[in-house]
């Protein structure tokens, strides 16, 4: 028998405000058709004045426990993937922790930007594998509107808030990959990258910074690397393209994602796409698609799924799990 960690509930939070390309055609020289083509973002949310991303990642995780009728005590621990904390310390996971009325367990973030959520997923996997933990709240939320520089129109079209979450549980499964649960993971990084997608500021340079992004440097790493990740950790699985019902991918640009789904040799009919209407989520961009996609009806118990990131770092990898 292999220890599985069994995704058991999912739910999403996303920000009321919401804001169309062309709002942006006000103060920037772009457009509704530059963005949309480019990148195929049509709207996304910003979080309101003074709303956190713990506050959001707490909404998110209040729907998941919700969906998989659980409450915060049946919960061991909290991996929270951000690069957008509400404060430098402590983590947002202990905020998130004492918002659900939490009183034992642990709480930590992860930090690898838009490959934060497969680095979690990861972690969390771990956790559970190796008995520290039964039921683990894996959490990405992110307020990107934050660290825009409003000036610059290569960027700060892209990015949007949000938070989705998965409850975990730890079940007994007989070791093929026809359990259900996480089956497998890979991740990479390659910090000689680290100048194509940062932001410019940090507690030890003493400011917040804005981000900077070299993008289309990184649209050339990304769809050769996402389809490698992703077809690594389906080896590592045990299954193959042919096996796959959806991929789940990090919602950057609706070119990447088609570029790697037909590298992979998979039909844009088995990807989930929400990149239209939340933008760029970052590490929340993938829980929110797996949580959009169970509400759509299109992801179900039993489906072979990938997911698969990259970004700053730059960092990338791929989990695969069975629904
Ligand atoms: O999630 C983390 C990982 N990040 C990503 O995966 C993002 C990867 N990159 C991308 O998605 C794309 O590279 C972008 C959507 C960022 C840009 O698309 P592109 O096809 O790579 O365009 P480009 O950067 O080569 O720019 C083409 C032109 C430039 O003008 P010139 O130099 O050709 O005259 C830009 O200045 O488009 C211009 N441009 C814009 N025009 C109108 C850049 N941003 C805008 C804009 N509106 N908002």
């Not at 991740?187 to 507690?203: A, H, P, Q, T």
Request: a negative charge.
């Amino acid at each position: 028998m292999t220890r599985r960690a069994v995704v058991i509930g999912a739910g999403h939070y996303l920000p009321e405000r919401i804001v169309e390309n062309a709002e942006f055609e006000a103060t920037l020289e772009t457009s509704d058709e530059w963005i949309r083509s480019r990148s195929g973002i049509e709207r996304r949310h910003f979080a309101a004045e003074g709303e956190t991303t713990s506050q959001m990642a707490t909404r998110a995780a209040e729907a998941a426990l919700k969906s998989a009728g659980r409450t915060a005590e049946d919960v061991d621990a909290i991996v929270l993937a951000t690069s957008t904390a509400d404060l430098t310390f402590p983590s947002a996971a202990t905020m998130v922790q004492s918002q659900l009325g939490m009183t034992k367990g642990f709480a930590f973030d992860v930090q690898a930007v838009c490959a934060g959520f497969v680095y979690a997923l990861s972690n969390a996997n771990a956790l559970i594998a190796s008995g520290q933990a039964d039921r683990v709240l894996v959490i990405g939320a992110e307020t990107f509107s934050r660290i825009m520089d409003w000036s610059d129109r290569s960027t700060c079209v892209l990015f949007g808030d949000g938070a989705g979450a998965l409850l975990l549980e730890a079940q007994e499964g007989a070791g093929t990959p026809e359990d259900r649960g996480i089956l497998a993971t890979d991740l990479n990084s390659d910090g000689r990258y680290k100048d194509l997608l940062y932001v410019d500021g940090g507690v030890s340079t003493q400011s917040t910074g804005h981000l900077r992004m070299q993008g289309n440097q990184v649209f050339r790493h990304a769809v050769e690397k996402l389809a490698s990740t992703a077809t690594t950790a389906l080896e590592r699985a045990g299954a193959s393209t042919d096996d796959v019902d959806w991929i789940v991918p990090h919602q950057a640009n609706i070119r990447i994602i088609q570029g790697t789904a037909k590298k992979m040799g998979l039909p844009m009919d088995k990807v989930v796409v929400t990149v239209q209407d939340h933008g760029n989520t970052s590490a929340a961009s993938i829980p929110l698609a797996l949580s959009v996609g169970v509400e759509r009806g299109q992801i179900k118990p039993g489906n072979l799924i990938v997911t698969e990131a990259i970004g700053g770092g730059l960092a990338w990898g791929a989990v695969v799990l069975r629904w």
